[in-house]
């Protein structure tokens, strides 16, 4: 096989196949994790039709998956052509060492956010949210009053009131998106989510989170409260590229374009 292949893991088979339409190389799809190995910094990935190895040179990556965080590793050490960065998606990929770094980079990190290891009891007299757990999807979340004792390790923050935003951005495009839902739960899945008119202080804080984990593409949650003022909940290094049209297709056309022009 010749060895400039492009590889991409983690879209499904119509999205894939919208940009394999538009591609200069050939290219190998994964809509899970394939099983890869690097060899003197060559990266190879299991063939989807054997048990043989093929070189790959370019990586993109769209995926979140419960065992990824060595396959991300893998790339990073790799360190060859990879969207969005390899080394930035493993500093993201666990969820508290993301958020500890992120808070560095943001205007809007307050308020402070407290801590507690699994079975470890916390007492509050405010109401607040525990955090637990590595994924980006909105999970793993709870309201609680006077005491949690968590089966894992858990962020906790005084809860937030306001209006949800995501602030997204793909290359040099962005978008701010109202999150919605029927609780105090808001996501983008809502059907009411849509785009709102973006604000420049998120833009500027979402702009240097993402120099700060050299990030191509990148979606910060922010709680906008009734009083005005902003607060940084949560960085997104896979975000969702297929809720609206408009985001699909400058996502896929951005990745086209990437991987055409190197």
Same mark, same amino acid.
């Given at each position: 096989?010749?060895?400039?292949?492009?590889?991409?893991?983690?879209?499904?088979?119509?999205? +894939?196949?919208?940009?394999?339409?538009?591609?200069?190389?050939?290219?190998?799809? +994964?809509?899970?994790?394939?099983?890869?190995?690097?060899?003197?910094?060559?990266?190879?990935?299991?063939?989807?039709?054997?048990?043989?190895?093929?070189?790959?040179?370019?990586?993109?990556?769209?995926?979140?998956?419960?065992?990824?965080?060595?396959?991300?590793?893998?790339? &990073?050490?790799?360190?060859?052509?990879?969207?969005?960065?390899?080394?930035?998606?493993?500093?993201?990929?666990?969820?508290?060492?993301?958020?500890?770094?992120? /808070? %560095?980079?943001?205007?809007?990190?307050?308020?402070?956010?407290?801590?507690?290891?699994?079975?470890?009891?916390?007492?509050?007299?405010?109401?607040?949210?525990?955090?637990?757990?590595?994924?980006?999807?909105?999970?793993?979340? &709870?309201?609680?009053? %006077?005491?949690?004792?968590?089966?894992?390790?858990?962020?906790?923050?005084?809860?937030?009131?306001?209006?949800?935003?995501?602030?997204?951005?793909?290359?040099?495009?962005?978008?701010?998106?109202?999150?919605?839902? %029927?609780?105090?739960?808001?996501?983008?899945?809502?059907?009411? &989510?849509?785009?709102?008119?973006?604000?420049?202080?998120?833009?500027?804080?979402?702009?240097?989170?993402? &120099?700060?984990?050299?990030?191509?593409?990148?979606?910060?949650?922010?709680?906008?409260?009734?009083?005005?003022?902003?607060? /940084?909940? %949560?960085?997104?290094?896979?975000?969702?590229?297929?809720?609206?049209?408009?985001?699909?297709?400058?996502?896929?056309?951005?990745?086209?374009?990437?991987?055409?022009?190197?």
């Amino acid at each position: 096989m010749n060895k400039d292949y492009v590889c991409i893991v983690g879209l499904d088979e119509p999205e +894939y196949s919208v940009i394999r339409e538009h591609l200069d190389m050939p290219m190998l799809a +994964y809509d899970t994790l394939p099983k890869i190995k690097i060899v003197d910094g060559h990266l190879y990935i299991q063939s989807p039709n054997s048990m043989r190895f093929v070189p790959v040179s370019k990586m993109v990556y769209h995926g979140i998956f419960d065992d990824d965080f060595d396959f991300i590793t893998g790339l &990073a050490l790799w360190g060859g052509w990879c969207l969005p960065s390899a080394k930035g998606m493993m500093d993201c990929r666990l969820k508290f060492p993301c958020l500890v770094r992120a /808070l %560095e980079y943001s205007r809007f990190a307050l308020p402070q956010r407290s801590y507690a290891l699994a079975d470890v009891q916390f007492d509050t007299e405010i109401e607040r949210v525990a955090k637990w757990g590595n994924w980006h999807c909105g999970e793993n979340k &709870a309201r609680f009053t %006077e005491k949690w004792i968590g089966e894992q390790a858990t962020i906790i923050e005084p809860f937030i009131s306001g209006q949800a935003v995501r602030l997204m951005m793909i290359g040099d495009s962005y978008w701010q998106i109202r999150l919605d839902g %029927e609780d105090w739960l808001q996501s983008i899945h809502h059907p009411d &989510a849509g785009f709102m008119e973006v604000d420049a202080e998120l833009l500027e804080d979402t702009k240097a989170i993402r &120099a700060g984990f050299g990030l191509e593409i990148i979606a910060n949650d922010y709680m906008i409260t009734p009083s005005g003022s902003k607060h /940084l909940l %949560e960085v997104n290094h896979i975000p969702n590229v297929t809720r609206f049209p408009e985001i699909w297709e400058t996502y896929w056309r951005y990745v086209v374009e990437c991987i055409n022009q190197n």
